[in-house]
T-cell receptor, first 113, second 110 residues
Framework: GENVEQHPSTLSVQEGDSAVIKCTYS??????FPWYKQELGKGPQLIID?????GEKKDQRIAVTLNKTAKHFSLHITETQPEDSAVYFC????????????FGGGTRVLVKP | DAGVIQSPRHEVTEMGQEVTLRCKPI?????LFWYRQTMMRGLELLIY????????DSGMPEDRFSAKMPNASFSTLKIQPSEPRDSAVYFC????????FGQGTRLTVV
């Protein structure tokens, strides 16, 4: 089955700096890669996703990149703000609809004012 | 849409008791997932349904766990009998394109 590794497990950045989280996956058939943000006491919230036919996707201060050959994908947060502090999860699946997601272990991001 | 709705939000029960967690998916979503989250094991998929039919229950820990989806708007996860090691946050998610999570049920078995 799919295995997703996520690094680092914790990340502390100064407000305004960039944060980068990296994930690798094992199943070459995976083609959908979402990222989730989880705040304390809440469920994971989908913040951005990327499909295998795209190498990069941006949404305001957030961007994701995908290297299918190397089986790794990354989340980039620019100009970090205190409200970006949360746990971030990457995931992979064989399709955006009707397929199970396999999650990475999570990255706890702390943005220091 | 109100999103995925789970109940109860918190449940404290004694070991050996039956626990039932409930989920109402987003209307129009054809897939429903039950996940369990713990510090040690992260987010684990327990079972998922497509069009109300169980597709993969390989993540269900043991026979004490069962899940049903009698119709497109309701699913339950039942633990009978419950044990302290079942203490975790249980999430339901539904998917059309992309999966959306509920707020979770924090289960404590004492």
């Amino acid at each position: 089955g799919e295995n997703v590794e996520q690094h680092p497990s914790t990340l502390s950045v100064q407000e305004g700096d960039s944060a980068v989280i990296k994930c690798t996956y094992s199943d070459s058939a995976s083609n959908y890669f979402p990222w989730y943000k989880q705040e304390l006491g809440k469920g994971p919230q989908l913040i951005i996703d990327i499909r295998s036919n795209v190498g990069e996707k941006k949404d305001q201060r957030i961007a994701v990149t995908l290297n299918k050959t190397a089986k790794h994908f990354s989340l980039h947060i620019t100009e970090t703000q205190p409200e970006d502090s949360a746990v971030y999860f990457c995931a992979a699946s064989r399709g955006a609809a009707g397929n199970k997601l396999t999650f990475g272990g999570g990255t706890r991001v702390l943005v220091k004012p | 849409d109100a999103g995925v709705i789970q109940s109860p939000r918190h449940e404290v029960t004694e070991m050996g008791q039956e626990v039932t967690l409930r989920c109402k998916p987003i209307s129009g979503h054809n897939s429903l997932f039950w996940y369990r989250q713990t510090m040690m094991r992260g987010l684990e998929l327990l079972i998922y349904f497509n069009n109300n039919v169980p597709i993969d229950d390989s993540g269900m820990p043991e026979d004490r766990f069962s899940a049903k989806m009698p119709n497109a708007s309701f699913s339950t996860l039942k633990i009978q009998p419950s044990e302290p090691r079942d203490s975790a946050v249980y999430f339901c998610a539904s998917s059309g394109v992309g999966a959306f999570f509920g707020q979770g049920t924090r289960l404590t078995v004492v």
